[in-house]
């Protein structure tokens, strides 16, 4: 597959040039111009390309790449040595932000849902981000953690009375925890997404409204290895997901 045919189908499919984000959705270091073998990742970080390029990948995908907004732009430390490796070794990295959280198939919140066995019933939010659903069938705040932390594979941070009944709940993946409030006026039981901050808590016991931050990178696999899998089964490309594990 040519990269830029890649490239392409993957703006088509995810639809980036609609979303506001914080960094360039697609390809932000171009490598050779066939594609064959694919890695995807949660981040592009020096331990995945380092791996991913031993693999023998000629692409690799991620949910968070590089140049975000605000960030230094000069090429020095460890954004040079990732970007030299990726250079010397003519890999490329396409990287997907806002487009691969929202993507009602592939994305990280329906795959969240899925996981946890959510009924998605709507969006609502900035861009239409945050999910809302309801369980198959109710379950208590303990049990619904306790699902949330064999799913997901870490235990959740879990602010709430833990006898309270759970059926409504809000989701969003990664560093969503500023959308408690919106959620909890949407009728939420419970708010799940990667991250929390100081206030979540107050909020989560004056409301009664409980909040779980199940992690940022614990949230954010299901959507880029769902893609490569999709590009997997539609190109014939090889495909290997590359995890490293965050406890954040």
Avoid at 23 to 43: D, R
Avoid at 45 to 65: E, M, N, P
Avoid at 90 to 103: G, K, R, T
Wanted: charged residues 20%; glycine residues 10%; negative net charge.
């Amino acid at each position: 597959m040519k990269l830029s045919e890649l490239r392409d189908y993957n703006a088509s499919l995810l639809q980036a040039g609609q979303f506001r984000d914080y960094c360039p959705n697609g390809l932000q270091v171009e490598g050779k111009s066939e594609v064959l073998k694919i890695a995807t990742a949660v981040t592009a970080s020096q331990s995945v390309l380092d791996r991913a390029i031993a693999w023998g990948a000629d692409a690799i995908l991620v949910h968070h790449g590089y140049f975000w907004r605000n960030e230094d732009m000069c090429i020095t430390g460890i954004k040079k040595s990732r970007i030299a490796a990726l250079i010397r070794h003519e890999v490329s990295l396409l990287a997907y932000h806002l487009p691969l959280d929202a993507h009602p198939e592939l994305g990280n919140n329906a795959g969240l849902g899925r996981l946890l066995a959510i009924r998605e019933t709507g969006r609502f939010g900035e861009q239409s981000l945050i999910c809302k659903g309801v369980l198959e069938s109710e379950m208590s705040l303990a049990q619904f953690s306790s699902v949330v932390e064999f799913r997901l594979e870490r235990r959740p941070l879990v602010i709430g009375d833990p006898e309270s009944i759970i059926r409504n709940v809000a989701w969003c993946s990664g560093g969503a925890q500023g959308y408690f409030e919106a959620s909890i006026a949407e009728g939420a039981d419970v708010y799940l997404t990667g991250e929390i901050s100081e206030q979540n808590y107050h909020v989560a016991n004056e409301t009664g409204v409980a909040f779980i931050a199940a992690g940022h990178h614990a949230t954010e696999r299901l959507g880029i290895r769902a893609l490569g899998t999709h590009l997997e089964r539609e190109f014939g490309l090889e495909h290997r997901f590359f995890d490293q594990d965050n406890p954040v």
